[in-house]
């Protein structure tokens, strides 16, 4: 069935450090991906997104990854901040079809100072 | 302009017991979804309403959920009577347009409602 895993439930890094957090998806069809921050008491919150016609997306500190063969996504984090600690979430969607995000299990990130 | 709301923020009732979540989207959002986060686990999908209509419900449960969206605008979620496992956080976004086609950060999350089943 469809899925999208995480490959670790938590990451503690030191502050200043880059964060990578990593993403396995079994979907083949699904053809957009993205990347949520969840904050205490707050909703997923849109990060940044990448489509199957690409490989690499940058945003303001942070990178998204995509490997289609191995049908995996990761999201970098550069200079992690005490800010950046929140709850990472993956997510999939095939477009033109379902509007149903499905989600992975969330990756815990701790920033430590 | 105002976010998601989702009422009540925590709900703490016993096994058995009826509860009713509510969300206002943002105005002139015509897209409403639901999704819960059972403990540790993924953010699942439960059902998305184009205005009033349900586009498509694939994600409830059972039949003891009931979502509803009277008139298009705020929509609730019931749960009766409630088990053990609907324990978990509620989650509500809208969107103006399709995510599909538009992506992603058209999609506006709420904060969610905690629901603790004991």
């Known amino acids: 069935g469809e899925s999208v895993g995480l490959h670790l439930p938590t990451l503690s890094v030191q502050e200043g450090d880059n964060s990578i957090i990593n993403c396995a998806y079994s979907n083949s069809a699904s053809d957009y991906f993205i990347w949520y921050k969840q904050e205490s008491g707050k909703g997923p919150q849109f990060i940044i997104d990448i489509r199957s016609n690409m490989d690499k997306r940058q945003g303001q500190r942070v990178t998204v990854l995509l490997n289609k063969t191995v049908k995996h996504l990761s999201l970098q984090i550069a200079a992690t901040q005490p800010g950046d600690s929140a709850v990472y979430f993956c997510a999939e969607l095939t477009q033109g079809g379902s509007e149903k995000l499905v989600f992975g299990k969330g990756t815990k990130l701790t920033v430590n100072p | 302009e105002a976010g998601v709301t989702q009422f009540p923020s925590h709900s703490v009732i016993e096994k058995g017991q009826t509860v009713t979540l509510r969300c206002d989207p943002i105005s002139g959002h015509d897209n409403l979804y639901w999704y819960r986060r059972v403990m540790g686990k993924e953010i699942k999908f439960l059902l998305h309403?184009?205005?009033?209509?349900?586009?498509?419900e694939s994600g409830m449960p059972n039949n003891r959920f009931l979502a509803e969206r009277t008139g298009g605008t705020y929509s609730t979620l019931k749960v009766q009577p409630a088990e053990l496992e609907d324990s978990g956080v509620y989650f509500c976004a809208s969107s103006q347009v399709f995510v599909g086609g538009s992506g992603a950060n058209v999609l506006t999350f709420g904060a969610g409602s905690r629901l603790t089943v004991l």
């Open positions: 309403f184009v205005k009033e209509s349900k586009q498509d």
